[in-house]
């Protein structure tokens, strides 16, 4: 069974700073991992995908790489702002692509 | 852009009552699934479905859940008599034809079983 473990539990940075959000899981034979963003009460906004052949993924001011070998991935913010303020989960697949494992997430506090 | 959809919003319910709760995936998607999320705890995949079956389900996916795909847009998930511990937030998602592509989540149903 995959398991997804995410560091820090929450992080506070001032608006404009870099950040890294860290991911691993145990397994590294997965076909995927995604990253989401998911706001109080609210559901979850896919940000990026990385396919177990792809070594990272870029969407504006984000971007995640992934490494099987050491289970690790990681989700980069370049130039943070209060809007980014949420919670960010890391989600991997194991053997069977259909299912997603997710770990606990990581709290964001970008202030102004 | 496409979005999934999901109702209701908000459900209450007693113990030992049956509730639907309703998904409508991106019209294109091929893959459909349910995930849980207990107030406080991780994201819970509970089941896939594709090609009008179900292709895995966890263990928490047990007698008392059953998942439907009743025409070409709906997908539902019933809970037959609900328990206390189903209290949760249940998301839908829905991916499209590949094995390697994202999956998209609904804006879930918040259930409160008393």
């Known amino acids: 069974k995959q398991e997804v473990t995410q560091i820090p539990a929450a992080l506070s940075v001032p608006e404009g700073e870099n950040l890294v959000l860290n991911c691993s899981f145990t397994?590294?034979?997965?076909?995927?991992l995604q990253w989401f963003r998911q706001d109080p009460g609210k559901g979850l906004t896919s940000l990026l995908l990385?396919?177990?052949?792809?070594r990272e993924q870029t969407s504006g001011r984000l971007n995640a790489s992934l490494d099987k070998s050491s289970g690790r991935s990681t989700l980069y913010i370049a130039a943070s702002q209060p809007g980014d303020s949420a919670t960010y989960l890391c989600?991997?697949?194991?053997?069977?692509?259909?299912?997603?494992?997710f770990g606990s997430g990581t709290k964001l506090n970008v202030k102004p | 852009e496409p979005e999934v959809t999901q109702t209701p919003s908000h459900q209450v319910t007693q113990m030992g009552q049956e509730v639907i709760l309703r998904c409508v995936p991106i019209?294109?998607?091929?893959?459909f699934y349910w995930y849980r999320q207990i107030l406080g705890q991780k994201v819970e995949f509970l089941v896939s479905?594709?090609?009008?079956?179900?292709?895995?389900k966890s263990e928490i996916f047990d007698d008392q859940f059953s998942v439907e795909r009743p025409d070409g847009s709906n997908f539902t998930l019933k809970i037959r008599s609900t328990k206390l511990e189903d209290s949760a937030m249940y998301f839908c998602?829905?991916?499209?034809?590949?094995?390697?592509?994202?999956?998209?989540f609904g804006p879930g149903t918040r259930l409160l079983v008393l």
């Open positions: 990385i396919q177990s052949s792809q």
């Open positions: 989600a991997a697949s194991g053997y069977n692509f259909n299912k997603f494992y």
């Open positions: 479905f594709y090609n009008n079956e179900i292709s895995e």
């Open positions: 998602a829905s991916s499209g034809g590949g094995y390697q592509e994202t999956q998209y």
């Open positions: 397994d590294s034979a997965i076909y995927n």
């Open positions: 019209s294109n998607h091929l893959y």
